[in-house]
Structures are given as structure tokens and as C-alpha cells.
């Protein structure tokens, strides 16, 4: 009697063990889906908001150009016969310079077209403290310190991304006169293109 007694209890016990464990991993799982949800959101829904407006702001502040990256196209005194290229998802502006500046609703499909993009191979044009012509060394130093990482480079060509925007450049091996060495070259940046994608993921033509 006393033997069934205690394989009865034994088994209780057994039971309750495995049923608190099943709570605690039901738990570990709620928790964890709960920490899933909200990292969606927040990349989804708020981070956008917050990082990217502030990338444009850094980057709108140490460029020196006639518009703002974010900025409609309506805000500006943009002459018609300034306007090249034009169709439904924006136009682009081949300044007396040689620098192209975009307009664009694309990728948003926005209700307005907003300055998204510059190419330039112009010396004068400062970004981020650095100009056509600077050693690649330089640049790449000074984009990382904006918050900028390579992900790609191929054929002298290397990207750049901060948030949703891309910088592009195109660097070349120049011969340094000023080092009589027998390895007496450097790589300076000869070009190099900027472009706003926005974080709009919904639609509705968010740029900032």
C-alpha cells in the first residue's frame, strides 16, 4: 500500500516538474516573440523615422549645394529650361559645371519629387570635408567617421551606405610626383555620386 502510495506521489511530483518546465519554456518563447514583435516594429515602423532624418540632416550640412537632399523640387526656382530628362517620376539638372542634380518621386511614387540625387566630378564641391581629388585614404576616413561603411567594391568603383543613403565613388591610381619611390602611386577619388533612398515603406513618400 505504502510502495503504491509513494509511486503515486513520485509521479505527482513527476507531473507538476514537467509542467512547470513547460510553463517556463512557454515563457522563454512568449518573451521571445514578444522581443521578436517589437524589433519588427521598431525597424518597420520607427526607425526610420528617427536615423535617416537625422543621416539627411548630416548629410544636407556638409554639402554645399543649391538644394537639399529631401527637399520637393517645388521649393526651389528650378527654371523650365533647366529641366532635362523630364517624365512622371522626376528630371535631372546637368548644371554649367558638369554636376547633375536628380529629382525624383522614385522609389516612394510620392505626390511630389524631391532632390535624391548629385553626381559630380567637380574639385570645389566639399562632402563631409573632402573633394574630388582627395586621396581615397582621406575620403574613406571621413565617411566611416560620418557613420558611413564600404559594403562593395569592384573595378575602382567603392559604395557607401548610411541609413538609405548610397555614396558612390570612382577612385583611380594616380602617380604621386612629390614620392620618388619606386611604388609612387596613390589612389585619390576622381568622382563620386550621391543618392536618397528612402525608408518609405509605406508609401507615403516619406523622405524626412
Not at 43 to 60: C, M, R, S
Not at 109 to 130: E, Q
Amino acid at each position: 500500500m505504502e510502495d503504491n502510495f509513494d509511486e503515486d506521489f513520485t509521479e505527482v511530483k513527476r507531473k507538476e516538474k514537467n509542467k512547470n518546465r513547460l510553463r517556463k519554456l512557454g515563457s522563454i518563447i512568449g518573451i521571445t516573440l514578444m522581443i521578436l514583435f517589437a524589433g519588427i516594429i521598431i525597424y518597420e515602423f520607427i526607425w526610420p523615422h528617427f536615423v535617416t532624418p537625422y543621416a539627411i540632416k548630416d548629410l544636407n550640412e556638409n554639402i554645399e549645394l543649391p538644394y537639399e537632399f529631401g527637399v520637393e523640387a517645388s521649393e526651389y526656382d528650378i527654371k523650365k529650361e533647366w529641366i532635362q530628362d523630364e517624365d512622371d517620376l522626376g528630371f535631372y539638372i546637368n548644371t554649367s559645371t558638369g554636376d547633375v542634380c536628380t529629382f525624383t518621386r522614385y522609389p516612394d511614387y510620392a505626390d511630389s519629387v524631391k532632390f535624391a540625387g548629385y553626381y559630380t566630378s567637380n574639385r570645389d564641391i566639399a562632402l563631409f570635408g573632402f573633394k574630388v581629388g582627395d586621396s581615397f585614404e582621406k575620403v574613406d576616413k571621413y565617411l566611416k567617421e560620418h557613420g558611413y561603411r564600404c559594403y562593395d567594391s569592384a573595378s575602382g568603383f567603392y559604395e557607401y551606405e548610411r541609413g538609405r543613403i548610397n555614396i558612390r565613388l570612382y577612385v583611380t591610381s594616380i602617380e604621386n610626383e612629390m614620392m620618388d619611390v619606386g611604388n609612387n602611386r596613390i589612389k585619390r577619388v576622381v568622382e563620386y555620386w550621391v543618392d536618397l533612398i528612402s525608408t518609405d515603406k509605406q508609401h507615403k513618400g516619406y523622405y524626412k
